[in-house]
Nanobody, 121 residues
Framework: QVQLVESGGGSVQAGGSLKLSCATSGRIFSTCGMGWYRQAPGKERDMVSTISSDGATTYADSVKGRFTISQDNDKNTLNLQMNSLKTEDTAVYYC???????????????WGQGTQVTVSS
């Protein structure tokens, strides 16, 4: 069982920065793909950024050049540095892990509880 706990959300003015962190329950980065998703009120949960077990990253077009995903292997923490924040970035941000089963024949997805990010104009 993988546990994920997000932190670092809050309120910030447009143009500001926030750093989200996701503490994991163990050393999972070498086997699990990790990522950040977000969900605004009344909208679907959308991918923000992902990082694979071999370090390859992807970003939603809307955050490219502003957000950076990273892993701290010593602290077993996934981070999302968010710069030049816009009001449309307001959402609940979720950390997620996609990990192989013990037999390796399927994948399991885990979610954190989410952290609120509010960007005001």
């Amino acid at each position: 069982q993988v546990q994920l706990v997000e932190s670092g959300g809050g309120s910030v003015q447009a143009g500001g920065s926030l750093k989200l962190s996701c503490a994991t329950s163990g050393r999972i980065f070498s086997t699990c793909g990790m990522g950040w998703y977000r969900q605004a009120p009344g909208k679907e949960r959308d991918m923000v950024s992902t990082i694979s077990s071999d370090g390859a990253t992807t970003y939603a077009d809307s955050v490219k050049g502003r957000f950076t995903i990273s892993q701290d292997n010593d602290k077993n923490t996934l981070n999302l540095q968010m710069n030049s924040l816009k009001t449309e970035d307001t959402a609940v941000y979720y950390c997620t892990a996609r990990c192989p089963s013990r037999g390796g024949n399927y994948y399991l997805r885990y979610w954190g509880q989410g952290t609120q990010v509010t960007v005001s104009s």
